[in-house]
RNA sequence: GUGGGUAUAGCUCAGUCGGUAGAGCGCUGGAUUGUGGUUCCAGAUGUCGAGGGUUCAAAUCCCUCUACCCACCCCA
């Protein structure tokens, strides 16, 4: 048997529901707040993911699906979208259109990762970028925005945490500063975190283990260490989101991975995910663009939400939510009834209602096959009916059965 | 890449001391030739993950492999 490969997986009727609005929710939600979408390729020179995510980064150095091409380039399936969208807006001169660019994507990453709950080779990511502006309240309204994806998807009990990881100038001076300090204390800490003090020492702070915690709170916080430039952003991004009141938690210790996150970042965790219990990362980006070739200082800030760890997350809420149902089902009796019914049906369709044929088999059948399809309404249509264009209508619900005309059929289902 | 767990019907799982395969749900048919849900009756579906070994006999014991799940690392 041929299955999936590993770390992908099929999506089936009713999951496929929710996933459906859970986009339509968001896709409404970013239209609301004047977002457009855009569709980059699947597929990438390797080079845009290398200098834009960072050659040091997990993602760039392990976790890259990488082939060459017929004629020797290398291509890489995209494991994040922030990098193509920018080559994007880079490319056409989007900064060359009036006002800030923002830009929405829903669409498959890939990353070669050993699958867990919440983790896949493919997922899904629901995404957005402004590009533009350095401003801190949009960061505000970036954050804003996607807690409301999230509050209007139906999840409850998330968590949002803001941090800034300072700028070009003063982040490298705090992780010098910070390797300083390790250096002294990182007997005191586990394994995983001594290697961690040389490779990676922001990491540390994200230490999960208890009895590291001690020696993590005597590090120095980043917060204390920005330049004025960063810490007046900070301040200001916070103020606005307090005008907003959207509720979130300074963590100092926030890290993001990728390289070409600066300032604000942000994240949203859920209990409901186990290990992976991150619904959705953002950050602000400003030297990107510069550093994928744009003449022109063009900053940005963008999230994205790992969309099979919001449905994951919005099932556990509801886990009704991918109920189906049809309004219609229409048993015709005999080869006469079929061929009147599939007209009728057309109509019924035409104008919006979710109407199922039966194409063979007895009433009996029909019935039961209507009760699981989970009809609203039954329809049975024999000689008898075509006869006197009388139909029978059986309500599902109250077993209820009258006789209806075509017009007051269709009051029952649009009425 | 490293650990741990699991693998028996479409799904969730039981299977004792090694004796040749079970339940619930679902599916199909019937009780009811034009009426679903509840009920009753009947039925179908298994490479017991794969390969090898021990044995008169293996789902069960041993070895190897594979897949999936969870966790580490890291991230959405």
Wanted: hydrophobic share 35%.
């Amino acid at each position: 048997m041929i299955r999936a490969v590993k770390g992908t997986r099929d999506i089936l009727p009713p999951d496929s529901h929710i996933w459906n609005r859970v986009e339509a929710v968001a896709r409404n939600v970013m239209h609301s707040y004047n977002y457009s979408e855009v569709r980059t390729p699947i597929f990438e020179e390797t080079a845009l993911f290398a200098r834009g995510v960072g050659e040091e980064t997990d993602i760039v150095s392990k976790e890259m699906y990488t082939f060459d091409d017929k004629d020797g380039s290398s291509l890489t399936l995209r494991p994040e979208n922030t990098a193509s969208v920018i080559r994007a807006y880079i490319e056409h001169r989007l900064d060359q259109r009036p006002g800030l660019q923002k830009l929405y994507y829903i669409g498959p990453m890939f990353r070669r990762e050993r699958p867990q709950k919440g983790r896949y080779r493919q997922f899904s990511q629901i995404g957005a970028e402004v590009i533009g502006s350095e401003s801190p309240a949009v960061d505000a309204e970036v954050i804003e925005m996607v807690v409301e994806i999230l509050s209007r998807c139906g999840l409850q009990g998330f968590h949002l945490i803001v941090n800034s990881v300072g700028c070009k100038e003063c982040r490298p001076k705090f992780i010098a500063r910070l390797k300083e300090d390790l250096t002294a204390k990182a007997s005191q800490l586990c394994g995983d975190c001594q290697r961690r003090s040389t490779t990676n020492a922001l990491r540390v702070l994200d230490c999960k283990i208890p009895q590291d915690q001690p020696v993590i709170d005597t590090l120095p916080s980043i917060l204390d260490h920005l330049c004025e430039t960063c810490a007046k952003h900070f301040s200001a991004v916070r103020t606005f989101l307090d005008d907003r009141g959207v509720a979130y938690e300074v963590r100092p210790r926030l890290v993001r991975g990728l390289d070409y996150y600066m300032r604000t970042t942000f994240e949203v965790v859920h209990g409901s995910l186990g290990a992976q219990n991150s619904v959705l990362g953002g950050g602000r980006y400003d030297g990107l663009a510069e550093s994928l070739g744009s003449r022109v200082h063009s900053p940005g800030i963008g999230f994205s939400i790992g969309e099979d760890r919001l449905v994951m997350s919005v099932e556990e809420a509801d886990p009704h939510a991918n109920k189906d149902s049809i309004d219609l089902y229409i048993a015709p009796m005999g080869e006469a009834a079929l061929r009147h019914s599939t007209t009728l049906a057309r109509d019924l369709r035409r104008r919006g209602a979710r109407v199922e044929l039966a194409f063979e088999g007895k009433l009996k059948r029909a019935m039961e096959l209507a009760n699981k399809l989970n009809a609203r309404y039954t329809l049975i249509v024999g000689d008898n009916e075509i006869a006197s264009g009388l139909y029978a209508l059986k309500n599902m619900a109250s077993g209820e059965q009258e006789n209806v005309t075509r017009d007051q059929l269709a009051e029952r289902l649009y009425g």
